[in-house]
């Protein structure tokens, strides 16, 4: 799998995770605001734990792929088994980069991780909204309304 084929499977749950994510990235950039804080080392932690959740869950989604097109149950759980390790040395990296560079708020970016966690729960309410969207397009498109 090389090139755009990469995501044939889970093309659409990929995207409703990343909308899930986005949102969450959001409704935490405006809390940010109301907190009593420094706002830009806080903002900057935590989009920067955002994009990191959506690197992984974009990861994921690869490695996923990948494992599909394996032969070998062995070898697809090693491969996976590797792969979530790997990504837990880059959460664990990026972390420890942040505390020493001691600008960015070590709570917000740790909270910002978690869009992994919130992208997976907005899922189904993501799908729900863009079955919606589809309506009503279609309609739009058929002359209905």
């Not at 959740?53 to 996976?80: G, K, N």
């Not at 040395?89 to 020493?100: F, G, L, N, P």
Request: charged fraction near 15%.
């Amino acid at each position: 799998m090389t090139g755009n084929n990469w995501i044939r499977y889970t093309r659409q749950t990929l995207l409703e995770i990343w909308m899930g994510i986005g949102i969450f990235g959001l409704v935490g950039v405006l809390v940010i605001f109301f907190l009593p804080t420094e706002k830009l080392p806080a903002i900057l932690a935590y989009l920067l734990g955002v994009i990191v959740s959506i690197c992984a869950v974009t990861h994921i989604a690869y490695v996923t792929e990948l494992t599909m097109d394996m032969h070998s149950v062995d070898q697809a759980q090693r491969y996976t088994t590797t792969r979530y390790l790997m990504r837990m040395v880059v959460y664990a990296a990026v972390i420890i980069a942040a505390y020493y560079t001691s600008y960015l708020n070590i709570p917000a970016l740790v909270i910002g991780l978690f869009g992994t966690k919130a992208g997976a729960y907005l899922q189904p309410l993501m799908h729900r909204f863009l079955e919606w969207a589809r309506e009503k397009v279609s309609i739009k498109k058929e002359g209905g309304e």
